[in-house]
């Protein structure tokens, strides 16, 4: 079965860039997606189409692609932005959607 | 607003059998596709069935498939999850989630949770 690859956890001070990657062999065809999830709450979008911000997400939050591998990057990380992020996508056929294991953003 | 409104969790014997329904609001309910997702306790996220905005199209995640059956009724605004011959890893919270044309899932709800025990 298809499978999506996050670093379990990421650590940045308030102020700095968080980098998390999610890496997948059908990336190169099918769209990434990113959400962040906080505690007891349903999983927002912050990405969609690899690069595209929703409206009401703040602009520090981006996305980009290169290869069998997609970046979400958060610029001037704030305390708030402490959640789990998961990356989804589907496979080559586009049949069956997956979410990669999701990376715990620590906000020191 | 646009909302969607899970309800039918509970706590059911390994086995049985239960019915989940999302019920969706602020927007227009028969134009979009949509998925059920699952969170274990303390796990990711899972996709659970994926259904298109006439039905046409059914999707299942592998370990779901000839257990699980989702349906919808456009008419009520309504999205189901058919669940029999539970097991005990189907314990979750079970979401809906509206699928856009771009694709992902943008507004999703605040889930019900499903326990499996004897």
């Known amino acids: 079965s298809y499978e999506l690859t996050q670093p379990p956890s990421v650590s940045v001070s308030p102020g700095q860039t968080a980098r998390i990657t999610c890496s997948g062999d059908?990336?190169?065809?099918?769209?990434a997606y990113w959400y962040l999830q906080k505690p007891g709450q349903a999983p927002v979008l912050v990405i969609y189409?690899?690069?595209e911000r929703p409206s009401g997400i703040p602009e520090r939050f981006s996305g980009s692609s290169s290869g069998t591998a997609v970046t979400l990057t958060i610029s001037g990380v704030q305390a708030e932005d402490e959640a789990d992020y998961y990356c989804?996508?589907?496979?080559?056929?586009?049949?069956?959607?997956?979410f990669g294991g999701g990376t715990k953003l620590t906000v020191l | 607003e646009e909302q969607l409104v899970e309800s039918g969790g509970g706590l059911v014997q390994p086995g049985g059998s239960l019915r989940l329904s999302c019920a969706a609001s602020?927007?227009?309910?028969?134009?979009?596709?949509m998925n059920w997702v699952r969170q274990a306790p303390g796990k990711g996220l899972e996709w659970v069935s994926y259904?298109?905005?006439?039905?046409?199209?059914?999707y299942y995640a592998d370990s779901m498939k000839g257990r699980f059956t989702i349906s919808r009724d456009n008419a009520k605004h309504s999205l189901y999850l058919q669940m029999n011959s539970l097991r005990d890893e189907d314990t979750a919270v079970y979401y809906c989630?509206?699928?856009?044309?771009?694709?992902?899932?943008?507004?999703w709800g605040q889930g019900t949770t499903v326990t499996v025990s004897s």
């Open positions: 989630a509206r699928v856009p044309n771009k694709g992902g899932m943008d507004v």
């Open positions: 059908a990336l190169p065809k099918q769209y």
């Open positions: 602020g927007f227009t309910f028969s134009i979009y596709n």
């Open positions: 189409q690899d690069s």
């Open positions: 259904i298109s905005d006439s039905s046409s199209t059914i």
């Open positions: 989804q996508s589907a496979d080559t056929s586009g049949t069956y959607q997956v």
